[in-house]
């Protein structure tokens, strides 16, 4: 069955960076793309960004873009996604979950467990 | 970006009632040469990553009940729960993948009454 398992919790300082992996099995890992999704506490869903399986294409919101980088490692199936110039509000639950086909704009059909990031002095 | 809308913020129904939860969205989300509205519907317990009920504005994802269907056309969708049932509390959110960024809107939160 298909798994998507991310790294654990993180606490960072402003200013600082952060790195969430996303590790894939259960599916060929180069015929789908992942997207990133975050939820700050309380709040709704927001889109960062997408990569593709065999990481050659990307695409991020325009709102994170020159704070935020994805890669995918196809040797171990694993997915990053790396903030920096982090900020209080940069807290939240960051998702990982793969698009229901291989093309980039895609819903998502199945996330990974969560990994809260928390940004404080 | 497109700015997803929906309605209302929060419902309310009895066991076994239907509930309709609206979403529009900023500009059409047809995309003419296929045919096919880019919206998509999820719910979210709490605790719990979403999950995909809809895409394609109206098919069902694999294993949903079908109590759930989907609406619509351009800048205006439904989501319609036939029958609600107590595992449907939740909050539920649409989302445009006609462009990027990629927009949900803002969530309605369903209850029993």
């Known amino acids: 069955q298909v798994q998507l398992v991310q790294s654990g919790a993180e606490v960072k300082k402003p200013g600082a960076s952060v790195k969430v992996s996303c590790t894939a099995s259960?599916?060929?890992?180069?015929?789908?793309?992942i997207s990133w999704v975050r939820q700050a506490p309380g709040q709704g869903l927001e889109w960062m960004g997408w990569?593709?399986?065999?990481?050659?294409?990307?695409h991020y919101a325009q709102k994170l873009q020159g704070r935020v980088t994805m890669t995918a490692d196809t040797s171990t199936s694993t997915v990053y996604v790396e903030l920096r110039s982090l900020r209080s509000d940069d807290t939240a639950v960051y998702y990982c979950?793969?698009?229901?086909?291989?093309?980039?704009?895609?819903?998502?059909?199945?996330w990974g467990q969560g990994t809260l990031v928390t940004v404080s002095s | 970006d497109i700015v997803m809308t929906q309605s209302p913020d929060s419902l309310a129904a009895s066991l076994g009632e239907r509930a309709t939860i609206n979403c529009k969205s900023s500009?059409?989300?047809?995309?003419?040469?296929?045919?096919?509205?880019?919206l998509a519907w999820y719910q979210q317990k709490p605790g719990q990553p979403p999950k995909l009920l809809i895409y394609?504005?109206?098919t069902r994802e694999s294993g949903v009940p079908d109590r759930f269907s989907g609406s619509g056309s351009g800048t205006d969708f439904t989501l319609t729960i036939s029958s609600l049932q107590a595992e449907d509390v939740a909050v539920y959110y649409c989302q445009q993948y006609y462009s990027s960024p990629l927009t949900f809107g803002g969530g309605t939160k369903v209850e029993i009454k």
């Open positions: 259960g599916y060929t890992f180069t015929s789908y793309g």
């Open positions: 500009q059409s989300v047809l995309y003419r040469s296929n045919n096919k509205n880019y």
């Open positions: 979950a793969r698009g229901i086909d291989y093309g980039d704009y895609l819903p998502v059909d199945h």
């Open positions: 990569i593709s399986g065999n990481n050659d294409k990307t």
């Open positions: 394609w504005a109206s």
